[in-house]
């Protein structure tokens, strides 16, 4: 049996595996484990996926896309991230 990336399947962006908009549960954490050591560039890189997206979407859908939905969908779960990992650094701190 194949098993199939939680990749984007672009200009529609949906999930290549499970159909999902993308990123999808199981794509957003392996990002989150891909980018554990530069939480920066992963900010960087849904945010220009992000961008992508709007341009895509907008010009496929008869409707542009809800760019608060697009940023909850590709911002915030890093946003998210980086919030609880700036609220525990204290406890990390030998």
């Known amino acids: 049996m194949s098993l199939q990336r939680h990749a984007p ?7 290549a ?11 957003r954490a392996k990002l989150v484990e891909e980018y554990a050591d530069d939480p920066k ?5 849904m945010a220009s996926c992000m961008v ?3 341009i895509d979407l907008a010009e496929l859908m008869p409707e542009r896309p809800d ?10 779960f890093v946003r998210h991230l ?9 406890h990390f701190i030998e």
């Open 67 to 76: 760019p608060v939905a697009l940023y909850g969908r590709f911002m915030g």
């Open 52 to 54: 992508e997206a709007g």
């Open 41 to 45: 560039l992963l900010a960087m890189d």
């Open 82 to 90: 980086a919030v609880n990992r700036h609220r525990n650094a204290g």
């Open 17 to 27: 595996a499970c159909a999902q908009p993308w990123p999808c549960e199981a794509a």
């Open 9 to 15: 399947i672009r200009r529609l962006w949906g999930c």
